[in-house]
């Protein structure tokens, strides 16, 4: 099993609009950076888990999802009348991937970046590099435990 972060703008989809999905699951489409897609296509599996990120809007940790269909190609770069259209992305030859996610948990207290920052163990995670923008990241095992644990002490 590995574990991700995966980073969306809350009001674009937001750990509340997957868990209102038909088996709260989603196809996580509209990836359009060649690290990002190279993360799904080649190493996310079916039971990895995720980190669900709301980025900009109170950038935070809001809970967790799990990788339930592994990368296809995403359609969305095929429509024209999409803004993830791209014209070198065919059916045949396609460019672009997608994962599906499965709502598992919103935290009761989301995981600010800013309480992220002070945690002296996390301060090797992608999320907290500096520059580091990548909106699906590798996570290590020993981060993800400390986040499940922080999400749910009693403390926050």
Not at 25 to 43: C, F, I, L, P
Not at 52 to 62: N, T
Request: aromatic share 10%; net charge neutral; with cysteine.
């Amino acid at each position: 099993m590995k574990y991700w972060l995966m980073k969306s703008e809350p009001n674009v989809f937001s750990i509340d609009d997957l868990r209102q999905c038909p088996q709260q699951t989603e196809s996580w489409d509209g990836v359009r950076n060649y690290q990002a897609r190279n993360y799904m296509r080649d190493e996310m599996s079916r039971g990895d888990m995720v980190l669900f990120y709301h980025s900009r809007i109170s950038p935070s940790i809001a809970g967790l999802a799990e990788i339930v269909q592994t990368a296809h190609p995403d359609p969305t770069s095929w429509n024209p009348s999409s803004p993830y259209f791209d014209p070198k992305s065919t059916p045949d030859q396609p460019r672009w991937f997608m994962v599906a996610v499965r709502f598992r948990e919103k935290f009761k207290n989301p995981l600010s970046l800013d309480y992220l920052k002070t945690i002296p163990e996390l301060q090797p995670m992608m999320l907290l590099r500096k520059g580091s923008r990548l909106s699906i990241q590798p996570v290590t095992k020993e981060e993800y435990t400390i986040i499940l644990d922080l999400a749910h002490s009693s403390s926050l």
